[in-house]
């Protein structure tokens, strides 16, 4: 089905839906091709705008004694469209994830970062190496850790800092190696 845009009747493009219809019939000859080409436009598939415009007109007709006399049938139905596009889609997304293969992992793997994390804080001087592990890994704060260190919050602070620093530097070493 080939759709191209025409001038249409201003009535026909934006039918006022403040009054009540005479029939489902006036409704679908005055609504079903604008909304028809808005579909097409948010799609870009013919077929696919169609189908949701076919429902969607399909679903005003089964409500039709209640949306008659309602302000507006012509925007349930566009809302309509876009409710089962959005539910097509979705559904889509799921079918595609569930249908991609999940890699395993390897178990292996935290044992090989743990090892490598552990060789490589090995490489900071042992000052340094505890006031990251006191403020970084046991949740401490600065002043906390130069309590139990019994230096200042400010000291501990930058051999953090400097930890962090030989830690970046010991990983990249490592990188490179493999």
């Known amino acids: 089905m080939a759709m ?9 493009v934006a039918p006022s839906t403040r009054q009540p219809w005479e029939s489902f019939e006036d409704f679908f000859a005055r609504c079903y091709e604008p909304l028809l080409r808005a ?4 799609t870009g598939d013919p077929g696919e705008a169609e189908e949701l415009a076919q429902e969607a007109c399909f679903r005003v007709y089964e409500r039709w004694e209640r949306l008659q006399q309602s302000a507006n049938p012509a925007g349930y139905a566009y ?14 997304a799921t079918a595609a994830r569930k249908s991609l293969p999940r890699a395993e992992p390897d178990a292996f793997q935290p044992v090989h970062e743990r090892d490598t994390i552990r060789r490589a804080l ?3 001087p042992a000052s340094q190496r505890e006031a990251l592990i006191l403020l970084d890994w046991v949740g401490l704060s600065d002043k906390e850790a130069a309590e139990i260190l019994r230096i200042r919050p400010e000291a501990v602070r930058m051999r953090a800092s400097r930890a962090r620093q030989a830690l970046r530097r010991q990983m ?3 990188e490179d190696d493999e």
């Open 4 to 12: 191209k845009p025409q001038a249409a009747d201003p009535q026909e």
């Open 39 to 42: 579909l097409y436009l948010i």
């Open 79 to 92: 809302r309509v469209a876009l409710n089962l596009r959005r539910s097509r889609l979705r559904r889509l």
């Open 122 to 124: 090995a490489g900071v």
């Open 172 to 174: 990249r070493r490592g």
